[in-house]
């Protein structure tokens, strides 16, 4: 269950606890990497949801996990979520925040999708178009699929670069079905 008024509230609550300890960019980063973690485990989510599990046993979890990787703060707010129930939401918490971090920092999140790993003149070609058309700075998600055949796929505020070979091949399919020698009587 994803409630994203408890996401952005609890996130809400974890920015203002950033600011007043002046580790925003620390907790933003310990943020990408819980988030990450949710995302990647999907027993990890399976605990998190059964509310058979205690409580202790889930804080025990977090803090096996995330004890030596998050900041104090972050420590003690992940705690929080687990008091108060909420480690099925941790993800969309995690994502929230860094929705707000971005948005209060003027950071735009792109998405690189390539063929194969993209190399860094390329991640840094990517950023620097984006922060030209948009004129904030740029987070560069990257991530791999094979299915593109080739090119890449740029995604940023809604806007979308398809530089893709597989759609290149689909364009083509569709302009040979058109038969455009045969008369349309």
Known sequence: MD??????????????LA???GKEQAIAEDMRFVGKVCRENRELNVVFNNPVIKETKKVGIVEELFGKDVCE??????????????????KGIAE??????????GIVLSHLTTAIE?????????S????????REVELDTKVDKKIIGGMVVEFNN????????????????EFKKNLYESEL
């Open 159 to 174: 806007n979308m670069y398809d530089g893709s070979i597989s759609t290149m091949l689909a364009d083509m399919r569709r």
């Open 73 to 90: 703060e972050t420590m003690a707010f992940l705690r929080f979520v687990v008091k108060k129930k909420r480690t099925v939401s941790l």
């Open 19 to 21: 600011e007043d300890c």
């Open 128 to 135: 620097e178009i984006v922060k030209k058309y948009t004129g």
């Open 118 to 126: 993209a190399s860094e003149e390329t991640k840094t070609a990517v």
């Open 3 to 16: 409630n994203y008024r408890i996401n952005i509230n609890y996130a809400k609550a974890l920015q203002i």
């Open 96 to 105: 929230a925040y860094l929705e707000l971090y971005r948005e209060k920092h």
